[in-house]
């Protein structure tokens, strides 16, 4: 009773994601009272008033629901009400329990009471589901209409009489009769999937607590409910902006075909004229279901499978012949299963598309997974967002652009400019040194880089800002704000955000709005917005035009003029990390507005690093990946979160646990300035869901809470030793480490049981730990302590990137940070131009005290951190060579011990600056040089752009 009690205080953004389980706590806390009273549990004593407040504290979120629905919510008072103690509880137990295992979406069991004998036909229960291919996928459609409560019983048994054999899916519906109430069942029902609004209904609800209202201020401060009279369209919005997903259906007495054509309701899927039509709506209702379910291209890969194919290709592997004939590799067969080979061709005929040229099912699907992620358009990739990286670099890039990145971004985009041969403005994230990370990229830095360039005049070159969103250890930018500063210093610079790793934020209410996609639809509608450019102007008349030399811009909020605005966003995700797509599932998300300009260069690009045999299993998936997520991502992704926050709870409150574990809050992975509203904690005592709502909307930085660092250095582990013990006595893998963390990830396929796990095996550890301790006295106590200090107090000082070498800068005098990155990498190709030093050789200290400069002929790449903390042409300093001389990780790529750094020869170096004085005393191109042509007017040592 104390944990129902507990939760009507006032409400936290743990409390929102848990409300949905709450109900279920609710259902199993009756269950225990009703047993209870019926004197089936012994040494528990409960009171009628206690069984009658707990189904009164679930009666709101039960009106928003279909099942267990007012038929069996009705049953369990009576019960309640003749004092049939027993029969309550078995009533609330098969209640309950078909709520937890989600039952009564695949079985006509939990509808029926305990004494229903048989069942009782269409205006109780819905028709048997069906299993296998038979089964018909459940959910639910809210009606919200302005009748009268007394009339809701027998609409919806108007609605269950439409249901014909035929149906592909069936669906139950919930009536409801305000606005709140309808934006409740859209936070709250997970089964839904169309809403019906029958123009007319009233704003307030009569049955939201101060708890339900909590949560739904943030979605209605906005809105002046009492100036408007239908409320239709409104309704619409609020829906879309929680789950866009969602079908809406407007059924209104208003002049349907004026309103049709108005942007009103362009969200509206279908409209109809008052209620003449039912059945129409119902098959409309059925329509939008099998919109999202379709899935074109996995749905034709299924039927090409079944049939009787003879292959005379180059794939042996296909129809598996091969491999169920065999006399050595049966057991692949056994293991992968006949369909696996069945869906194996190399055709892109008979129904199966190209992905390098879609015109097809393929094309289908792209465009459906763009609809679910927000963009205008989207591609598939099959070899990762590795790839879906340099393609979009490629696309984008010509030779000499200038691009402002982040150095510690994914290998990939470093990789990817050098084949672009567009020069990388490395711009440092703010550093976490207590964790040996990086956090991301802030905004002053960028408008610090942009500034310079445009003070240099540069700006022309500067094509493109590249951010990581989230990064690794989950710092989610402020990426509305980021746009908005950027684009106000330049109009149409281009952004890719890189979100591997968040692709499922899309369908998550919460974090939707720090998606690239979903700061481009706030900031398409900013920038037509009235109100927006009377905020410009103000804003011109203080600031006018931008001044580079003006220190002061770095720290006002700069706005960009709307009429100069371009919009041109680019998002790539590997489906395959945060959603149900196999290994190497990427997409590529765009909203260019200038897209026509580079779609030539765009599917150059999508050639050169396609494979010209796909895997078509990965492009199935991407399509089924899609489908779960329009239908059912909104419930994976918030029992994800809910699981995140509940393991962060656990670990950091847990007496044992907490001594040498902890879950790293939002406070300890953002520094305060970054965190504007202050917001510390998920759950932190007096914080509530509206502080979390308005860090989401103001703060620098979010944190995502399904991206936990766990620190493990205080139980004397670094990250490495503690993810092998976790993989080796545990059978835990996780994913990345730190010096003293590692990082774990809860997806939409981590369950309680998998929290339970993990908890168990930190107590187990921790327990562990106390154990060696008391048995080796000081000696032991005394060895811990250093290890813990060596591992959380002795961190190395990150390096930051130094410079690059003047041999690959256009001006040694310029203020800007970008280099020719590709004529360094390439000079490395030729051995003579390059020489070894061993990292604890003498020689090294010597150069950087007196020189000549050591300059890194590769990039070099330590797991962990897994930045470069090198890259082709960087000049190295003392604080890359201390941070390499401490670090203490096997692998590094990009350097061999025993050979020592890889360097570029100072009498290479010296000669391609000779030959580019040359060049340009003659002011004329260098030729068979790698060098570009705008690499020509360089000018002696002593860079501003130098730390
Ligand atoms: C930020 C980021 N971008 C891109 C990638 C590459 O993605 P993929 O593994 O899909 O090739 C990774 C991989 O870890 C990453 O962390």
Request: charged share 25%.
């Amino acid at each position: 009773m104390a944990e129902v009690a507990q939760r009507s205080e006032p409400k936290k953004l743990s409390d929102f994601f848990s409300l949905a389980d709450a109900r279920v706590d609710r259902w199993r806390s009756l269950l225990r009272v009703t047993r209870s009273l019926a004197g089936d549990i012994k040494g528990f004593d409960a009171s009628p008033q206690q069984a009658a407040a707990l189904l009164a504290e679930l009666a709101p979120l039960e009106e928003l629901c279909a099942y267990p629905g007012p038929r069996l919510v009705a049953l369990v008072h009576e019960r309640m009400k003749n004092g049939d103690w027993a029969g309550c509880a078995r009533l609330v137990q098969r209640i309950s329990v078909a709520l937890l295992d989600n039952s009564y979406r695949d079985s006509v069991e939990p509808w029926r009471s305990d004494d229903d004998a048989e069942p009782r036909g269409v205006d109780i229960l819905p028709p048997t589901l069906g299993r296998g291919s038979a089964r018909k996928p459940y959910f639910e459609v809210l009606v919200v209409v302005p009748a009268p409560r007394s009339s809701w019983q027998e609409l919806s048994t108007a609605w269950r009489r439409l249901r014909r054999d035929e149906d592909a899916y069936l669906y139950e519906v919930v009536v409801t009769g305000t606005l709140e109430d309808a934006v409740l069942a859209t936070l709250f029902n997970y089964n839904l999937q169309a809403i019906v609004i029958y123009d007319g209904f009233g704003a307030h609800s009569s049955n939201a607590d101060q708890v339900l209202r909590d949560i739904l201020e943030p979605y209605m401060s906005k809105v002046d409910l009492e100036s408007r009279a239908d409320l239709g369209t409104t309704l619409e919005r609020m829906v879309h902006r929680i789950r866009p997903e969602l079908d809406v259906f407007l059924l209104t007495d208003r002049d349907v075909g004026k309103l049709a054509g108005t942007d009103e309701a362009a969200g509206i899927r279908r409209m109809f004229y008052g209620v003449e039509e039912l059945l129409e709506v119902h098959l409309a209702i059925l329509d939008g279901i099998d919109d999202r379910y379709h899935t074109p291209y996995f749905d034709t890969l299924k039927k090409y499978a079944q049939r009787p194919i003879g292959t005379y290709h180059a794939l042996p592997i296909a129809r598996g012949k091969s491999i169920f004939k065999s006399n050595w590799i049966r057991d692949m067969g056994e293991f992968y299963g006949t369909n696996l080979f069945l869906a194996e061709s190399s055709a892109t005929t008979g129904g199966l598309d190209s992905l390098l040229e879609p015109t097809g099912n393929i094309k289908v699907a792209q465009d459906k997974a763009a609809r679910a992620l927000g963009g205008d358009r989207c591609f598939f990739v099959t070899n990762g967002t590795s790839t879906a990286n340099k393609i979009v670099h490629q696309a984008l890039l010509t030779p000499g652009d200038i691009v402002l990145i982040d150095r510690d971004c994914h290998k990939s985009h470093h990789y990817g400019l050098v084949l672009a041969g567009a020069q990388p403005y490395y711009i440092d994230a703010f550093p976490l040194p207590q964790y040996s990370m990086y956090g991301s990229l802030a905004i002053k830095p960028i408008k610090q880089a942009l500034l310079r360039l445009k003070a240099e005049d540069k700006l022309d070159k500067a094509k493109l800002l590249v951010l990581t969103n989230c990064t690794f250890d989950g710092h989610v930018a402020n990426v509305k704000q980021t746009m908005l500063e950027c684009l106000a210093i330049k109009p149409d610079l281009i952004f890719l955000w890189d979100e591997a790793w968040f692709g499922f934020a899309r369908f998550s209410p919460f974090l939707r709005r720090r998606t690239a996609m979903g700061a481009v639809a706030e900031l398409r509608e900013m920038m037509a917005d009235p109100a927006y450019r009377q905020r410009y102007a103000q804003f011109k008349a203080e600031v006018g035009d931008i001044d580079p030399e003006d220190p002061t811009l770095l720290d006002r909020n700069l706005l960009p003029d709307p009429d100069k605005v371009r919009l041109r966003v680019y998002e790539t995700d590997s489906v395959h990390k945060s959603m149900s797509a196999l290994r190497q599932g990427s997409i590529i998300v765009v909203a260019d507005q200038e897209f026509h300009r580079i779609e030539a260069p765009f599917k150059e690009a999508f050639f050169t690093h396609t494979s010209t045999s796909p895997n078509l299993q990965i492009i199935a998936t991407l399509d089924l990946a899609r489908r779960q997520m329009e239908l059912e991502g909104y419930e994976l992704v918030n029992r994800a979160i809910q699981l995140a926050i509940e393991l962060r709870r656990e670990i950091n409150n847990h007496p044992l646990i907490s001594k040498y574990f902890r879950a790293a809050t939002p406070a300890e992975m953002i520094p305060g300035e970054y965190r504007q509203t202050r917001y510390a904690d998920y759950g932190a005592p007096g914080t509530t869901f509206k502080d979390a709502i308005k860090a989401l909307d103001e703060d620098e930085f979010f944190l995502d809470p399904t991206r936990i660092t766990l620190l493990c250095g205080r139980a004397g582990y670094d990250g490495s030793q503690f993810k092998a013990l976790l993989a080796s006595d545990y059978d835990i893998q996780i994913n990345k480490t730190s010096r003293n963390s590692v990082l774990v990830q809860i997806n939409i396929n981590n369950t309680r049981s998998d929290l339970a796990h993990l908890v168990k095996v930190l107590a187990d550890i921790s327990r562990g730990i106390e154990r060696r301790l008391a048995e080796g006295g000081d000696a032991e106590r005394q060895a811990l302590s250093a290890r813990v200090k060596n591992l959380v107090e002795d961190v190395p000082d990150l390096p930051d990137f130094s410079w690059f070498h003047d041999a690959f800068r256009d001006s040694a005098e310029s203020a800007t940070a970008e280099g020719h990155i590709r004529d360094a990498y390439y000079m490395a190709y030729d051995a003579d131009s390059c020489e070894f030093l061993k990292l604890a050789s003498p020689e090294i200290d010597r150069r950087l005290d007196s020189g000549p400069e050591m300059v890194s002929a590769n990039f070099v790449i330590p797991y962990p951190p897994g930045f470069p903390i090198m890259v082709p042409g960087q000049v190295i300093n003392r604080e890359t060579i201390t941070f390499m001389r401490k670090l203490d990780v096997k692998e590094i790529h990009g350097f061999v011990a025993s050979l020592g750094l890889k360097l570029l020869k100072p009498e290479a170096l010296a000669r391609l600056q000779e030959g580019a004085a040359k060049a340009e005393a003659e002011r004329k191109v260098p030729v068979a040089s790698h060098k570009a042509a705008s690499h020509s007017h360089k000018v002696p040592a002593g860079s501003h752009a130098r730390k």
